[in-house]
């Protein structure tokens, strides 16, 4: 167990449809990070936040947002879903800003149909 | 972009061989992760390696990394039934952690 914490486990929605995910990082760590792992694209580096505010931008669609609450706890809303989009979606932890050790969710696996 | 790739793509084994993965990459880096898998959970990290390093130990573990030929090496020692995963070697080049595709590791009893 990571500590590392995301909900919902599964998630079935329809294409157009807007949904939330939420990730909660570990006790004491500030930076929060997105990726997506789908078959083709392997796991790709979405965004970052560190302590509320936006650190780094990685392959992250305009229809994607995230955000960082002053709990440290991370949101990441996906909208107007594509089949495409379903993917499993992972948040990872550190402590510091940089690029070290990332204490990775279990993942949130988006169906999109 | 300096996406790491792995070789090879899948790797069968018996219990108990020693297990080798490679890793190359484009760019400078920082450092260089690798990270373990298994089936559709979240990823793991095994070892993180310097640019300044040349070989590191965990447990069975052992990497090198030789930022000349800008490749890595995971090496696995008396492999179990356990070590069955996906790995993934992550690069580090001071803008995001950029995965490669990962190798496939099946060890049999």
């Known amino acids: 167990d990571s500590g590392v914490t995301q909900t919902p486990k599964h998630l079935i929605t329809a294409t157009g449809q807007r949904v939330t995910l939420r990730c909660s990082p570990r006790?004491?760590?500030?930076?929060v990070y997105w990726y997506q792992q789908s078959l083709d694209q392997g796991l790709q580096f979405l965004i970052q936040y560190y302590n509320g505010e936006e650190r780094a931008k990685g392959n992250i669609l305009e229809r994607f947002s995230a955000q960082q609450f002053p709990d440290l706890h991370s949101e990441l809303n996906l909208s107007s879903l594509e089949l495409g989009d379903s993917a499993l979606y992972f948040c990872?932890?550190?402590?510091?800003?940089?690029?070290?050790?990332?204490?990775f969710g279990p993942g949130t696996r988006l169906t999109v149909l | 972009s300096q996406q790491g790739e792995e070789d090879p793509q899948a790797l069968s084994i018996q219990e108990g061989e020693n297990a080798t993965m490679n890793c190359s990459y484009k760019?400078?880096?920082?450092?260089l992760q690798w990270y373990r898998q298994n089936s559709g959970r979240g990823l793991v990290h095994l070892i993180l390696?310097?640019?300044?390093?040349r070989e590191k130990h965990s447990g069975r573990l052992r990497v090198t990394l030789d930022t000349s030929k800008k490749s890595s090496s995971l090496l696995i020692t008396a492999s179990r039934a356990a070590d069955t995963a996906s790995y993934f070697c992550a690069t580090d080049a001071g803008t995001a952690l950029i995965f490669g595709k990962g190798t496939t590791l099946s060890v049999s009893s």
């Open positions: 006790s004491g760590d500030l930076s």
């Open positions: 990872a932890s550190s402590v510091g800003g940089d690029w070290g050790e990332q204490f």
């Open positions: 760019t400078s880096i920082n450092n």
């Open positions: 390696i310097r640019s300044n390093e």
